[in-house]
Every structure is written in C-alpha cells, then in structure tokens.
C-alpha cells in the first residue's frame, strides 16, 4: 500500500513536471519578444543595452531547453516566479485566491452529488413509469447549458428580478449560492445519468432480486442493495466531471466576479501575465491528480475487493 | 419528410431514434446559419442607434442590442462562424490525434512510453485551462481560440486511437493479413487503423458539443472572437451588462449553444450505443463498453481482486 501510494505520487511529480515544461514550451514559442512577454510593452522605451541586460538577468539569452531546467528547478525550491502585473510573487498571489475558489468547487460539488443521486435514484425507482422519460430528457438538457448562460440565468433570476442574492463579487455564503449553483447543476445532470444506469444495472443483479424474494421493503432493496452497489461509477464520474468542474470555474467567476482562481487566470491572460498563468496550470494540475488518488483509494471503501499495491 | 423505415429484417438499424433528433437538429441548426443572410432582417454589423435596446417585435423578433444592431441577425451570423470552426476544430484535433496514437501504437515500446507520458501530462490539465493558456500564448482572437482548442483535445483522441490499435491488432483477422503476407505499413493502415474509426467518429460528435462551448466560451470572456463579428459568447458577456433592461438579449445565443450541444450529445450517444450493439454482435472493433472504468485499472499488477 504504502509502495503504491509512493508509485503513484512519484508518477504524478513526473506528469506536472512534464506538463510545466509543455506549458513553459508553449509560452516561448509564442510570437511576440519574450521579454515584452515577461515585463510589460514598457520596457520598449529602455535604451537597448538596458533591455539586453534586463534579458541576461531574465535568463533569456540562454537555449529553450536550459531555461525550461531552470524553471522547474525553481518550482522544485518554491519559488513560482513574479506576477508581472502586481509585482508580487506568484505563490503569494496563488494563496490569496484558492480558498475562494476551493469553497466554490466544495460547495458545487455538494450540490451536484445531492442533487445527482436523488434524480438519479428517483429516475431508476420510477424506471417503467412516466416519471423516467421526463427526468432523463430534462437530464439531457441540463447537461446541454452552457454553465455561463445558467449563470446568467440564475443571476437575472435571483438577484435582479426577486433581488433575494446580491449579483456580484465575494464574501460570505449569500455570494456563494449563485456561483455553487450554477457549477452544481452542470456537474449534477452526467451524475444523475451515471447513477441511473448504474442502479437500474445494479437492480438486475441476482442477489437483489433475492433480497426482494425475502420479502424486504422497498426502499430499502433500492438503497442498501442496490445503491451500494452503484456507487463506485458514480464517484468515478464525479472525479472526471471534478476536472471539468475546474475549467467551468473560469466562466462561473467571470459571471458572478467570483475573486477564485479562475478570475485570476483570465485576469493574467489577458495582462499576458505568463508567470501568473504557469502557476494557476500548476495548482489545478496538483489538484486534479490528488483528486484522483483520492478516488482511487475510496474505492477500497467501496469495493472490498479492490486491493492495491 | 421520410419516416425512419420500420426495421429492415437481415439488416440492422441501429441508430436510436434520439440519434436522429440530435442528427436533426444538428443539420437544422447549420443549414439556418448558412441562410443567415436570407433569414436576417439587417446585416449583423448594422448599428441603428435609434433603435437601441429594443425589446422583441414583429420587425426584431429578438429585440436589438446596445447599438441598436438585430439580435436575430447576430444569432445567426454568430453561428455561421461557430458552428463551422468548431467543426474544422474538432477534425483537426481528432486527425493530430489521430496521427499521434497511430504512431504511439505502431511505434517501439520507448517512443510510445514517452509519447504517452506527454499525452498524460497534458490531459491532466483540464483542456479548458490548456485552452486558456494556449490562447495567452497567442492572443485573443477566433483563430488562435480554434488552434487552442484543437490542441486541447488532442491528446484524448491520441489515447483513444492508440488504445484501438493495441487491442485490435493482437485479433485473428489482424495476424490472417500479416500471415497472407501483407508489409506491415498495410497491416496498420488498411487492416488495424479502419477498427479505430468508430470510437474517433463518437469521441468527435461529443467533443463537438464541448468546442462550441468553449468557443463561446472563449469569446464571453473576450478571448475569442474580436467584435464588431457577432459571436454567441460576445453576445452573452454584452447581455450581461444590459441584464436588468434588456434580459431578453441572453436568451437567443444560449438557446442556440444549448441547442448545438444538446444535438451533439444526442447523436453521439446513439452513435455510441450503435456501435456497441456492432461490437457485442461479433463487429470488428472490440469496444468497451460504456461503464467506467477505476483508473489504472488496465495496468498490470496494479489491481488485484483480494
């Protein structure tokens, strides 16, 4: 166990080491002068010895490959580089904005495996009525809209036409709710899906049709017999929409100015502040990949039969 | 109209029924925003600024923007850009990716091993942050948004193509060609690679619905397509500002995304229950079936039922 864990953790170092470089890759062979890229069109004004200079230090002048090294190297010592647009380091600027964003994720994901399971349930409990049909196809639309535009949608609904959550920016749960809300039902319809097909499949099994033989009680077959066992695609198809979730992050902030992570990435995008967008791909890398472990070992929860080694 | 024709008996028909709704509407959508010139009331770019901000009428069916220029107009001119480069988006991704598993499944155990460590490595990145990254590195603009895209979802069709070919050419029919004495080059490319088109036509049809996404996408948070061309996502980030006068503004290029997504998906699951029917009635291409998989689960000696 204790061997598989340090397997897996040293697999993903080497992944998020080969993602950086991929990403440092891109960024330098974007057109454009690398050091306009770093510093600000400003330095344009400098006489040309200065900026020379200003590129040695930079570490510019030097060969793609090496200035990739000493990157990573970098990163490997806790040092993520500056923000070009605030001055401060980027590990700093990192730190201010990931509980928001962890908050949101946290309560959107909430949301959706609430929301997902009970649909979910409630569509294979009612499999050969009429209730399944108009679940299903509302499922299907839910997982249709684009997350910005039930953002909007919410927001017009609930802030401005009820005025009952206020539209904008961060702070305490009233702000989280919209947000949370409208990542949630994104992420809760393919839940809903998943947890369907993986009851009614799971309904079929033999031993289930035992315990119904035993005469128990309805619910009871459904949930402890049958849920159960359903569980395990479930939590799978919460940790890939989890990945997803995090890229749907950057329309819900930019909706609702949510002050998470992906305001920040955009915010840094558009100030082509490159340091900046190295360090967001770095945290949510780190983030997906301990996502996945942690799915991977509630499995052992799950299922006693998955053993690891 | 033709019905679909009842079953056929000797031949299968196998696409669902909401196959053909996603197909439909599909099709609808892209044959409307072909006619755009011929369904619009003005040009898409045409300010009025007498007309600003006006609600739905029997002239402006979708009311006007902050400039006074149709919304209906802009919808479908929106679409004709969208739709059209997500298409080229998504073929272009699935034919570097294509290419790229092709060579990681045909290749010597080392390149493959470090190809796939690099399509790993990418795909641990949500491909919508890969996106964002990739268009920084660009600029803004529609172009740069499609080439990111494309990038982005690459790596997913390199696994997947990859994965097929491993399967595939340890089947009978496979060793029968390389035993009637057929150069490998052929064996690949006529006999194992044609086994991979399914799963790439599925994956496409999907990935459809996520590129128009984030193309608008793209484009509400200023990265895509450059005004004054219309753009659903542009449109939507304008509606935003105008929420409490004009709401009506957001309705049209959300419908409209929703709409291309939900067409997308649709056909993509009929597509892939299709060809899973094919598969388990003895097809070619041996397929796994739509249940997840745990992660890892393939990688020998990692898992071991206790």
Redesign the interface.
């Known amino acids: 166990m204790v061997a598989y864990l340090l397997a897996r953790l040293g697999g993903?170092a080497?992944?998020?080491a080969?993602?950086l470089v991929?990403?440092h890759g891109?960024?330098a062979?974007?057109?454009g002068d690398p050091l306009v890229a770093l510093l600000g069109p400003g330095i344009l004004g400098l006489p040309e010895a200065q900026r020379e200079r200003m590129r040695i230090e930079a570490g510019l002048d030097r060969p793609w490959p090496q200035q990739a090294a000493a990157y990573l190297g970098a990163v490997l010592r806790g040092d993520l580089g500056t923000s070009r647009r605030s001055g401060r380091p980027v590990a700093d600027e990192l730190r201010g904005r990931l509980p928001a964003t962890v908050a949101l994720a946290a309560a959107a994901l909430t949301l959706a495996l609430a929301l997902g399971l009970i649909v979910g349930v409630a569509a294979a409990a009612f499999a050969r009525s009429w209730l399944d049909p108009l679940l299903t196809g509302a499922l299907?639309?839910g997982?249709?809209?684009?997350v910005?535009?039930t953002g909007?949608?919410l927001?017009?609904a609930f802030s401005?036409a009820l005025g009952w959550l206020p539209a904008s920016g961060g702070g305490g749960w009233r702000h989280l709710l919209l947000p949370a809300l409208s990542l949630g039902l994104a992420s809760a319809a393919p839940l809903a899906r998943?947890t369907r097909?993986?009851l009614l499949?799971a309904l079929a099994a033999p031993h289930v049709v035992a315990a119904r033989a035993r005469g128990l009680s309805r619910p009871s077959v459904l949930l402890r017999h049958g849920l159960r066992n359903a569980l395990?695609?479930v939590v799978?198809?919460a940790?890939?929409d989890l990945?997803?979730m995090?890229?749907?992050v950057?329309?819900v902030e930019?909706?609702f100015g949510w002050p998470g992570l992906g305001h920040l990435?955009?915010d840094?995008?558009?100030a082509?502040d490159?340091a900046l967008?190295?360090g967001?791909?770095l945290v949510?890398?780190v983030a997906?990949?301990a996502l996945?472990l942690l799915?991977?070992l509630t499995?052992l929860r799950l299922d006693?039969?998955?053993?690891?080694? | 109209m033709t019905g679909a024709p009842a079953a056929r008996p000797g031949r299968r028909r196998r696409l669902h029924p909401s196959g053909v709704v996603g197909a439909t509407l599909l099709a609808v959508l892209l044959v409307a925003t072909l006619l755009a010139p011929w369904l619009s009331p003005r040009g898409p770019t045409e300010v009025d600024l007498r007309r600003r901000l006006q609600p739905p009428s029997w002239n402006e069916p979708l009311g006007t923007d902050e400039l006074g220029r149709s919304t209906l107009a802009r919808a479908l001119h929106a679409g004709r850009v969208s739709l059209w480069v997500a298409v080229v988006t998504v073929l272009a991704a699935a034919a570097a990716g294509g290419a790229l598993g092709l060579l990681a499944g045909a290749a010597p155990g080392r390149l493959d091993g470090l190809l796939m460590r690099l399509v790993d490595a990418l795909l641990i990145c949500p491909p919508l942050l890969l996106a964002l990254v990739i268009v920084g590195a660009l600029g803004p603009g529609l172009w740069p948004a499609a080439i990111a895209l494309a990038v982005a979802e690459t790596p997913v069709f390199a696994r997947l193509v990859r994965s097929v070919i491993l399967t595939t050419r340890e089947l009978p029919y496979v060793e029968a060609a390389v035993a009637s004495g057929a150069r490998p080059r052929r064996v690949l490319l006529r006999h194992v690679l044609p086994a991979a088109t399914g799963v790439v036509v599925v994956q496409a049809t999907v990935t459809m619905g996520f590129v128009v996404v984030a193309l608008a996408g793209l484009g509400f948070l200023g990265l895509g397509v450059q005004p004054p061309t219309a753009d659903w996502g542009d449109m939507l980030a304008r509606a935003r500002h105008h929420l409490p006068a004009a709401p009506w503004l957001m309705l049209a290029p959300g419908a409209a995304i929703t709409a291309a997504v939900l067409g997308a998906n649709l056909l993509g699951d009929a597509l892939r229950d299709a060809l899973a029917d094919r598969a388990g009635a003895g097809g070619g291409a041996r397929l796994a079936r739509r249940a997840p998989v745990a992660r890892g689960a393939g990688v020998p000696g990692h898992r071991r039922p206790g």
């Open positions: 993903g080497v992944s998020v080969l993602l991929v990403v891109l960024v062979a974007a057109p299907l639309l997982a249709a809209v684009p910005y535009w909007l949608l927001l017009y401005l998943v097909a993986a499949d395990a695609p799978t198809v940790a890939i990945g997803r995090l890229g749907g950057v329309f930019a909706v990435a955009v840094a995008i558009l082509r490159l967008v190295q967001v791909v949510t890398a997906v990949l996945g799915v991977d499995y006693p039969r998955v053993r690891y080694r």
